[in-house]
């Protein structure tokens, strides 16, 4: 028997047991009346919605919107089940191509499949700033998921495992923008598969698709076609059917690149009387192919934009992208290059491969490279103002 102050006594004895999981547990020998139990509500877990604004007439890119849709498609018949890598994205190509861009507009047309959010970030690995270290994307990332600035660790091993936690089993949307490299995107990876993470960069990201098994996508300039219809969606249909031989030739102008193409477009808009045939010679006439591009805004000028290409390359390397600038013909071949910067064949091929890698010269055979107008146009600006006159 087991005796109580009231004087009540209860037969055997009190056992009092817990299994489980419970927010709140209230212990007691027994209870008579009314009482009340104060709980404090538990924080929800935030909803980040840290995606930029879409891009305004985006059109094309069918193809490549189909391959992002089937890669979420694959996340959700996978998430749950014992497969549980991330489903990764490397999103690559050339400078102005559009690759922010693409990932952005589909990530905003994707986003009600992420109940729990979205993050974003421009990691800066193409640009006038210094790239972002993962530990300052990893804070940043923390912060925008409610950690107290307190509870952050100083570790970037610790920052990116309790960041995998607060991810886990949650669906969710990385959008890591402009990467540098692979090493820059690890840390940020979640673990868990029902988050979904695409990639952005100039570079190939090889080590992602070789090492996280990310499905690569290389996103190409504009068809003919496909420029002409950009313009057309800027513009208004009626100005293009106007002067469609014109159109085409401001679409070469730009070597079908989109960024190229919204920069003219806007000229365009600004000279309402100007066909676009004049505006398409009018860029043909400069000296200085570039010149024709220039705006206010370093984001978005050709110049710049390629700038942030060139300065990450090696001395070697940038070297051999000058020199090509001074050779005409539509592609080279590493022996013709060899010959021309008076290096190695082997050394040659390294710097090749590596303007291959980031997208500043497309490899069309075995050995041979094609380099696009407008790229061409800067190598020979670098050229002239970086090699001596012998």
């Known amino acids: 028997m087991t005796d109580f102050d009231d004087g009540s006594e209860v037969a055997g004895f009190l056992r009092n047991d817990f299994s489980g999981q419970a927010d709140t547990v209230v212990q007691a020998g027994r209870l008579a009346g009314t009482f009340n139990v104060r709980v404090p509500r538990k924080p929800g877990f935030p909803r980040p919605r840290q995606l930029p604004s879409s891009v305004r007439s985006f059109v094309n890119r069918k193809f490549d919107l189909r391959k992002l849709d089937a890669a979420l498609e694959q996340s959700l018949l996978v998430a749950g089940s014992e497969e549980s890598a991330v489903v990764i994205s490397a999103l690559s190509g050339p400078p102005g191509v559009g690759k922010t861009a693409l990932a952005v507009y589909w990530a905003h047309h994707a986003r009600d499949k ?61 959008l890591l923008d402009n990467a540098v490299n692979a090493e820059q995107v ?12 695409v990639v952005t960069s100039r570079s ?67 000279e309402p009387d100007m066909t676009l045939r004049e505006l398409a010679d009018e860029l043909a006439s400069h000296r200085r ?64 491969g590596a303007l291959a890698d980031i997208h500043m010269l497309t490899r069309t055979e075995t050995d041979r490279f094609r380099i696009h107008d407008l790229l061409r146009a800067y190598a020979v600006e670098r050229f002239e103002q970086e090699e001596s006159e012998a």
């Open 114 to 174: 992420f109940p729990d959010g979205d993050l974003f970030i421009n990691l800066r690995g193409y640009d006038a700033a210094l790239p972002v270290s993962p530990q300052q994307a990893l804070e940043s990332f923390l912060r925008a998921l409610d950690v107290p600035a307190a509870r952050i660790p100083g570790n970037i091993d610790e920052q990116a495992a309790l960041y995998r936690s607060l991810l886990d089993g949650r669906r969710m949307l990385v």
């Open 186 to 197: 690890r840390p940020l990876l979640p673990g868990t598969r029902s988050c979904v993470v």
């Open 289 to 352: 192919r570039l010149d024709g591009f220039t705006v206010d805004d370093d984001l978005s000028e050709i110049r710049a934009v390629f700038s942030w290409s060139y300065q990450a390359l090696t001395r070697e390397t940038a070297r051999v992208f000058r020199l090509l600038g001074a050779h005409t013909a539509p592609d080279i071949g590493t022996f013709a290059v060899a010959a021309l910067a008076q290096i190695s064949v082997a050394d040659a091929r390294n710097s090749l």
């Open 204 to 270: 190939r990201l090889s080590g992602l698709v070789i090492r996280e098994g990310a499905g690569r996508m290389v996103l190409e300039a504009l068809t003919p076609d496909e420029a002409v219809n950009l313009l057309g969606e800027i513009l208004g249909q009626g100005r293009v059917e106007a002067d469609p031989e014109g159109a085409k030739a401001l679409a070469g102008q730009c070597s079908f690149l989109p960024l190229a193409l919204r920069i003219v477009a806007d000229k365009a808009t600004a």
